[in-house]
């Protein structure tokens, strides 16, 4: 089984401040770990996944998660805030594709509020 | 097409009446999953396609929810006799499968359909 805790359903953080979105995950099989974004009355976009290569993952619009598995942890940073950033992010787990559990375990969901 | 495109963008029904949702995948990807996305649930599985393979279907919250993908590409999820609680937005995704190239198992979603249930 597997699931993923996002800790914060609403973060605020000023434009050109440290963005940290919090996301823990519990898996029976090692996990491909992700993070999505949801823009408002659009679909999900990929920010970046975790498949077991390097843990510190870079992803699009400066963007980045560490995966530390003492912590099971995978947060989301990002170094400045912009405006853009303002939307509603998801964690989510799946197991490995070749164990045929590919579906999307996913978190309740953060929405980030930039302050200007 | 270019992303995965699902249709209709909103539909609104009557409480008993039946609806089916569309999805046109990503072409060439093997892989097509349903999810829904309410409220009070936040972003559920509910089924997924993988090639000739028979269909996971654990998801499902009920009997009235079915699914089917004709000829390996479109899909459609069917509800019947709808419920109120079933008012939710349902997003398909689509990804390229087990073991095909750098992007395997990305699922590119669609902006998704947006059910309203009077």
């Known amino acids: 089984a597997q699931s993923v805790t996002q800790l914060g359903s609403h973060v605020s953080v000023s434009e050109g401040a440290l963005v940290l979105l919090r996301c823990n995950y519990s898996s029976s099989v090692p996990p491909y770990l992700f993070w999505y974004v949801q823009y408002p009355n659009q679909g999900l976009q990929l920010l970046l996944k975790?498949?077991?290569?390097?843990?510190l993952v870079k992803g699009i619009n400066g963007f980045e998660a560490e995966f530390k598995k003492s912590e099971t942890s995978f947060h989301l940073t990002k170094p400045s805030a912009h405006m853009r950033d303002a939307a509603e992010y998801f964690c989510a787990v799946s197991g490995r594709p070749n164990f045929g559990n590919e579906k999307l375990t996913f978190g309740t969901g953060t929405r980030l509020t930039i302050i200007p | 097409g270019a992303g995965v495109s699902q249709s209709p963008s909103n539909k609104v029904t009557e409480k008993g009446k039946d609806v089916e949702l569309r999805c046109d995948p990503i072409s060439g990807h093997t892989a097509l999953y349903w999810y829904r996305q309410s409220l009070g649930q936040g972003l559920e599985f509910l089924i997924y396609?993988?090639?000739?393979?028979?269909?996971?279907k654990s998801g499902l919250p009920s009997d009235r929810f079915s699914a089917e993908r004709t000829g390996g590409s479109v899909s459609t999820l069917t509800i019947q006799r709808t419920q109120q609680e079933d008012s939710a937005v349902y997003l398909c995704?689509?990804?390229?499968?087990?073991?095909?190239?750098?992007?395997?198992?990305?699922?590119?979603f669609g902006a998704g359909t947006r059910l309203s249930v009077l």
């Open positions: 975790y498949t077991s290569a390097a843990t």
């Open positions: 396609f993988q090639g000739n393979s028979a269909p996971d």
């Open positions: 995704a689509s990804s390229n499968g087990v073991g095909q190239g750098l992007a395997k198992n990305i699922q590119y």
